[in-house]
């Protein structure tokens, strides 16, 4: 034993995504599969093992000329065939321990021992192949005068036979991250095509429309030139905002707020005084990557449940502040607050969808809490990694 098998590198592959039987497939399929990728191993490392069988036995033939060919392969092959049924216990070590930074002086504690448990044996193995095989030194020594001479010809072998399984192991588990990445990535692309669709059939819906139309309508007679063109302005300015959403999943929080913006004016103009609107938006928080449109099903919910459902005048208050490392984005109105059980009813579709989008782009690095106040209505929190846009985002 003197080197890797290329081949054996390669299966490993294989080994790695299929030794560990899937949930869903049954007992009799899951061993079938697994012996079928031990089968495959002990092809592989094979190579090696004639490899290194065929250089002991023409080095032997100098010497011999009646040196057998199956003695050179009872002696070599069976300790790489060894190294074969141990790939897939260095693999799952290798998944659980993993040789990065920051963990791997605690792997190291599990993957030292681990090595040095697979050596002894190894090394126990090739002695009693060489004694049955009729080698004369192994057969004149005692074992406590060879185990140390064999530690120090294979010991470096050893170490980088299982360094290697962990490296191969360790380059398929980040290629297998890197391509549930882009799936990721492209279910996000999905989603925000999906958001920005249903933030366009928010504003399109006949209710909304009938309501806007009907606002304006209320404005003309009145001869409130002014406000019924605010309003006509607020509504043609907000489509086209919403048509010209470029497919970036994360935006500066100004560009966020500005869309916001235009939506809520169109919302003031509609309940005139009624909607009072209060902003706490901290300056340092303007340049903050989030979301793109992941405020307006948040605001809207909280004038449709905080407002819309009584006749008197309502409020609906937004905050951005950095704490540390976080953004905290907040929607608060002074609403009757949530039923209970809300969460079971439909209707939901707009925080199910920011939901699942803090989640896919943010994993457990985020927090979405939406909660009765105590002093009345519903708060919507949001707390997000805090990552400035890039230099040439202007903020405003």
């Not at 990065?100 to 504690?109: A, C, D, I, K, N």
Request: charged letters at 20%; glycine letters at 8%; one cysteine or more.
């Amino acid at each position: 034993m003197e080197s890797t098998s290329p081949a054996a590198s390669s299966v490993l592959q294989s080994s790695a995504v299929t030794l560990r039987p899937r949930p869903s497939t049954s007992a009799p399929s899951a061993l079938l599969l697994l012996a079928r990728r031990l089968s495959l191993l002990l092809l592989a490392y094979a190579v090696p093992g004639l490899i290194t069988s065929s250089q002991t036995y023409f080095y032997a033939q100098l010497k011999d000329p009646t040196y057998p060919f199956d003695r050179a392969l009872l002696m070599h092959l069976p300790p790489w065939w060894y190294w074969a049924l141990a790939t897939p216990l260095v693999l799952a070590l290798g998944q659980r321990f993993r040789l990065e930074r920051g963990v791997w002086p605690r792997s190291l504690t599990v993957h030292v021992p681990a090595l040095i448990g697979l050596m002894l044996p190894h090394l126990l193995l090739m002695v009693f192949l060489n004694r049955a095989a009729g080698e004369k030194w192994f057969l004149d020594n005692s074992l406590g005068f060879i185990l140390p001479l064999m530690l120090g010809k294979y010991g470096v072998t050893d170490v980088g036979i299982y360094g290697g399984i962990l490296a191969v192991g360790s380059a398929l588990e980040y290629h297998r991250r890197y391509r549930e990445g882009e799936l990721a990535q492209s279910q996000l692309e999905t989603r925000l095509a999906h958001a920005q669709l249903d933030a366009l059939r928010a504003q399109l819906h006949p209710h909304f429309l009938f309501n806007t139309l009907n606002a304006i309508s209320v404005l003309v007679r009145k001869q409130d030139t002014a406000g019924s063109i605010r309003m006509l302005t607020g509504v043609s300015e907000l489509l086209r905002m919403a048509l010209n959403t470029t497919s970036r999943q994360q935006v500066p929080l100004h560009e966020d707020l500005d869309f916001l913006d235009r939506y809520l004016d169109i919302e003031q103009t509609r309940f005139q005084d009624r909607l009072q609107v209060v902003r706490a938006i901290d300056s340092a928080t303007l340049g903050a990557l989030v979301p793109s449109l992941i405020l307006q099903p948040l605001v809207e919910n909280a004038i449709k449940h905080g407002l819309g459902t009584r006749s008197g005048a309502g409020r609906v208050e937004l905050r951005a502040s950095r704490e540390g490392a976080r953004l905290v984005l907040e929607v608060l109105d002074d609403g009757p607050g949530l039923s209970p059980g809300w969460d079971t009813h439909g209707g939901c579709i707009g925080v199910a969808n920011v939901r699942a989008r803090l989640h896919q782009l943010y994993g457990d690095r985020h927090a979405f809490t939406l909660e009765n106040r105590a002093e009345g209505g519903v708060r919507a929190r949001l707390e997000l990694p805090f990552q400035s846009a890039s230099p040439e985002v202007s903020v405003s």
